[in-house]
């Protein structure tokens, strides 16, 4: 069966320090993956997806950037953090091929607060 | 018109109550239709995922998709405290680049 991991379950970094988040799924060839961040009352917001290795795209203009350096390895950076930047951050993958007519399976998330 | 609208609660009802959860959707195209469930500092599970009219059932779960109506549901049955969750809706759409919609969700409470 198929399994996604995402580290570490909360993280609290300063202003203008940088970001590294993790996602790893195991149990598939070439998932479609997914960065979302989620606020409260705002729904999830899709931040970034990749169809493959080195192919992200990007959602929304903002301070984060996304990177597929292996199949089933997914990363999330920060150069400097913001304020804004706090949220619940979730991983997610769909199986290879179109992505709009298959479910997502997600991680348990990353809250992450900026001081 | 925003592409799925979802009433986010609080919805409050006694153990044993049939729940009843919907979202409505602005376009046709939308074809494929999910519901997750997502626990306090967890991320959404998929509960159920389907794409036709009419209803799906599992266990005591059933969603139900009514396309001419653009509304779709999703019943509990016999509720559980344990059901105390945030539910989110999410549709696909048609020859769409990977893209799937996500309701903002509904805050369900199960009063034991």
């Known amino acids: 069966s198929q399994t996604i991991h995402q580290w570490p379950a909360t993280l609290v970094q300063p202003v203008g320090s940088p970001l590294s988040l993790e996602c790893t799924v195991e149990?598939?060839?070439?998932?479609?993956l997914y960065w979302y961040r989620q606020a409260a009352g705002r729904g999830l917001q899709l931040l970034f997806y990749?169809?493959?290795?080195?192919?992200i795209s990007s959602e929304v203009p903002q301070n984060l950037s996304a990177s597929r350096p292996q199949d089933r390895q997914f990363i999330l950076s920060s150069k400097k953090l913001l304020l804004s930047d706090s949220g619940f951050y979730l991983c997610?993958?769909?199986?290879?091929?179109?992505?709009?007519?298959?479910?997502?399976?997600f991680g348990d998330g990353t809250r992450l607060s900026i001081l | 018109q925003k592409e799925v609208e979802q009433d986010p609660g609080p919805l409050s009802v006694p153990e044993g109550a049939i729940v009843s959860l919907n979202c409505t959707y602005s376009?046709?195209?939308?074809?494929?239709f999910m519901w997750y469930r997502q626990y306090s500092r967890k991320g959404p599970e998929l509960l159920m995922y389907?794409?036709?009219?009419g209803n799906k059932e599992d266990g005591r779960f059933t969603a139900q998709v009514d396309k001419s109506s653009k509304y779709i549901s999703l019943f509990i049955r016999d509720s559980q405290p344990s059901d105390s969750a945030t539910y989110l809706c999410?549709?696909?759409?048609?020859?769409?680049?990977?893209?799937?919609?996500f309701g903002k969700g509904t805050r369900l409470h199960i009063l034991p």
């Open positions: 997610a993958w769909s199986p290879a091929g179109t992505a709009y007519n298959q479910p997502q399976h």
């Open positions: 149990g598939t060839s070439n998932p479609n």
């Open positions: 990749s169809v493959g290795i080195g192919q």
């Open positions: 376009n046709s195209a939308f074809q494929y």
């Open positions: 389907t794409y036709s009219s």
């Open positions: 999410a549709i696909g759409r048609v020859n769409r680049d990977d893209k799937i919609i």
